[in-house]
DNA sequence: TTTCGTATGATTGTATACGATCATACGACC
DNA sequence: GGTCGTATGATCGTATACAATCATACGAAA
């Protein structure tokens, strides 16, 4: 059994943990330090909106938002640049990352090829079908809850959780780590867009995605992948969203 | 032109600018914090052998040794906790992470996977012609001088450079990105394995690479890296190249 | 003998204080 | 008027000091 010796949230811990599928067990508990809580408190407030692309972000603000000395938001910033999600330039400063269409097209791109990889993986390795599925089925279940129910958000966290889910099935916990760490900046960025229109569309999609997955059809789960990319990316304009925030933040 | 944003080191950022083909230009020069030093003077420590994999890393000792304060320490830490180069433990400690054959073998597939994604990419735009392969004929060609020279660890290097190289042609700053996070780890795993054999073999290898790439076979192309994979996999067990290393160590 | 409570040293986590660097603005000099 | 030197406030980088936590050892009580 692999473990991937990240320090991972606990919510996600636990989840990792069931998806073992060796019952439940105890969680070695991870005591949450003031860096764990800076960092998911940069990746929400980026998500909600707080802090737009390009924004600065000052030290010494940001730790007093908290509550907290500057170190732990230094070491906290740090692994964020370290994943992309902000930029620093030595004595000039850290911005959160310019969002340009091109990056989000590039972000998806290279989560469609980890998890292509791992879906490769997984077939071969027959984790396709019975109990290792469970995770992928309650995912689209909650996914069409959250549809039905009409909330974007909640849609978007159970999609996410359905391609985490898939990318852990093929057992590279490289890979896997990869995949995590792009997680965040689509989180914020899906998170400013609201994932707006689609909803209904994007349940279906997974769907398909699961019986193809479970067929074992690699070709079918490749295509469908690559439509992922295409409509999220043709169809927003990320920049133009950006700057709509940017202008209704501003004005008053 | 993209601009990827991260900090990078000099001479990596140099050789950055160069590819970029549009003659020499000025490179606005960033300054060397103690952290990325630290950063370098970690992976290096590692790759000589200084730590083995599973050695605790205490910040006290670690900053004594290389004359700066704690704190300089710690964020270097955090940054390569992120790249999974060390693993951490709230309130317990940092230590090099451990090295599977396993892990060994993920770490590889995945780098794989991104490369490949790339040079599907690269091809498809068709930067796998002309100029644009300067930067890999010229990595072939300090292989072979190294090779001829005997330098494991120049071969190594220029190993790295061509792969690097390669991925950056993919366009893809994302995908570039995350493979400069494997590669310290590549660097450190081969690093203590000395690159023993192959040498020569290695050359020829890449060579056929450059030669399926500009040929834009991208079958060719991904069974030429799957070999890399089993070649390095299957050759050598890892885990006990590691116990031997500390053998070594601990006895005289 | 086993188990539990407590003390102790080591190590990490956090806070504060200080020094280094940058961007900007202003004024002197040409 | 333009260019350069210099002052100033803001911000980051680093050092030091203190608090929190852990692992271990030791001893008392059952």
């Known amino acids: ?9 606990a919510t996600e811990a636990v989840a990792q943990e069931r998806a073992k599928g060796s019952g439940p067990d105890w969680q070695p508990l991870q005591p949450q330090t003031l860096v764990d809580h800076a960092i998911e408190a940069i990746i929400a407030g980026a998500a909600a909106g707080l802090i737009l692309p390009g924004d600065r972000i000052v030290e010494v603000d940001l730790a007093r938002k908290l509550g907290v000395s500057r170190v732990p938001v230094r070491e906290a910033l740090r692994l964020l640049e370290s994943q992309g999600v902000v930029v620093s330039e030595p004595y000039k400063g850290i911005r959160l990352r310019p969002v340009t269409n091109e990056r989000v097209s590039d972000l998806i791109e290279a989560r469609i090829a980890l998890e292509a990889s791992a879906v490769v993986r997984a077939v071969a390795a027959g984790r396709n079908r019975g109990s290792h599925l469970d995770e992928l089925r309650a995912a689209v279940a909650e996914m069409e809850l959250m549809a039905a129910r009409g909330s974007a958000y909640g849609v978007a966290v159970a999609d996410t959780g359905f391609h985490r889910a898939l990318c852990r099935l093929g057992g590279n916990s490289v890979t896997f780590d990869l995949w995590e760490t792009l997680a965040p900046q689509c ?5 400013l867009a609201t994932f707006g229109k689609p909803m209904a ?3 279906e999609e997974h769907v398909d995605l699961l019986a193809a997955f479970e067929a074992g059809d690699i070709a079918v ?9 295409t409509v999220m990316n043709h169809a927003m304009d990320y920049e133009a969203i950006v700057a709509q925030r940017r ?3 501003d004005l008053p």
């Open 1 to 9: 059994m692999t473990d991937t010796g990240e320090r991972v949230r």
């Open 187 to 191: 989180t914020i960025i899906f998170g």
């Open 201 to 203: 569309g994007v349940v």
């Open 221 to 229: 789960i490749t295509r469908t992948l690559d439509e992922h990319i």
């Open 247 to 249: 202008k209704e933040r």
